[in-house]
């Protein structure tokens, strides 16, 4: 039997489950499933770090189950994990706050965090086989929030269905429906991609956000080429009409640009990504910052992955080498994976990379950050684009 490729984490619905220690979250999360994805115990603060399980469920489809440690958590070690579970939130597409007592302070100001950031919210008291108050915690969550929770026992598995229908009715409408490439293309449109393969591709692999825009136009019905950089030339020769759309690596931009056809729009994955997980618009702004840098300045260039320096990496080594070509000998710190620093105003920009390993929710959270610390902001193909002179000339999505 062939072997599927599963939906990416970046792609799935993302749930996750908060509370104080030992409300029962991890027995809510493990009866929710019908697995047991995370250990239970009586004794307060048994979950110390997330605890990430991807799974299909109807009719939620492909999602990301997330637990947390305690949000009530104490001493140093405590700190941390309510840190970690602060990522969590972020990360979060709908949250479940699981309640196991009257006294609701903590859960509200985690709500109004929520709330802040248009989470979708949930209330569960999960514990209704041995709470003897669980009337009262309903009352006291309703009159000061306006949401009904839902009365469940994990222990006893009821009205797990009822949580499941709660939820499918908080999913926003438009969510799972904005597409990398917009409305650029249609059916029968000709796209060529034009696809380096290099050390950040190895051997018998494309990297992600190639793999998925191509499923995206063949699910679009567009007829669709990929090439090499060495083969553009030779593939556009072949083809009997101009490709309506050539999506291309940004480090080839200037290269694609210059020996394209007239007719033919152009842009990266890059660009793509920028629109497709984060704010575009706010990207084209932040690039212009680019124009202002000099060798006092300081640049963050943040990368989702968390792979060991490359050769030639893009972010580690050909962006660092083109802003000081640009401005002079400024400084550039580089950080990977979920090491996005709470302080930003050291900074004079900030490069996020095209964040295809990233959900959007966690993407747009960075991006109100960086709003709210009023530090300019942009992305890889963006910030390649404005160095290279062509970003006027790139064709973006209308998402």
């Known amino acids: 039997m062939a072997e599927t490729i599963q939906t990416p984490a970046a792609n799935r619905l993302h749930i996750g489950f908060f509370g104080k220690r030992n409300s029962g979250k991890s027995s809510l999360i493990n009866a929710f499933t019908g697995q047991e994805i995370s250990i239970v115990s009586d004794v307060a603060g048994t979950t110390t770090d997330l605890v990430y399980k991807a799974m299909e469920i109807y009719p939620l489809g492909p999602c990301m189950m997330i637990d947390t440690a305690g949000f009530d958590d104490v001493g140093e070690l405590g700190k941390s994990r309510v840190e970690k579970t602060r990522l969590a939130a972020q990360k979060s597409d709908l949250a479940v706050i699981v309640c196991a007592d009257a006294c609701i302070t903590e859960e509200l100001k985690w709500y109004r965090m929520f709330c802040e950031r248009h989470t979708p919210v949930l209330f569960v008291i999960s514990k209704a086989d041995i709470l003897s108050d669980f009337a009262e915690i309903a009352e006291s969550v309703f009159k000061e929030t306006g949401c009904e929770p839902v009365v469940a026992s994990a222990k006893e598995k009821t009205d797990i269905e009822r949580i499941k229908e709660a939820l499918v009715r908080l999913v926003p409408e438009d969510y799972g429906e904005r597409l990398i490439t917009g409305e650029l293309v249609k059916d029968g449109d000709l796209v060529l991609l034009v696809m380096p393969q290099d050390i950040q591709a190895p051997k018998g692999r494309l990297i992600l956000p190639q793999v998925q825009t191509l499923r995206e136009l063949l699910d679009k019905k567009c007829l669709v080429m990929s090439v090499t950089t060495d ?41 793509l990504f920028a629109a497709y997980k984060g704010d575009l618009p706010y990207y084209i702004q932040g690039a212009k910052a680019i124009d202002l840098l000099t060798k006092d300045s300081r640049v963050l260039i943040a990368e989702c992955c968390t792979h060991a320096p490359l050769s030639e990496d893009i972010g580690r080594e050909k962006l660092p080498r083109m802003l000081k070509k640009r401005a002079g000998n400024l400084v550039v710190d580089i950080v990977g994976g979920t090491d996005f620093p709470v302080d930003l105003s050291g900074y004079d920009l900030i490069i996020q990379c095209g964040a295809c390993m990233f959900h959007r929710k966690y993407v747009m959270s960075r991006i109100e950050r960086a709003k709210k610390q009023q530090v300019p902001m942009t992305n890889y193909g963006v910030a390649i684009a404005h160095l290279t002179g062509i970003l006027p000339k790139i064709t973006f999505s209308e998402e």
């Open 231 to 271: 083969r553009m030339l030779s593939a556009l020769a072949a083809l009997k009409q101009p490709p309506k759309l050539i999506i291309t690596d940004s480090q080839v931009f200037s290269y694609v640009y210059e020996n394209k056809p007239k007719e033919s729009m152009l842009t990266s994955f890059s660009v």
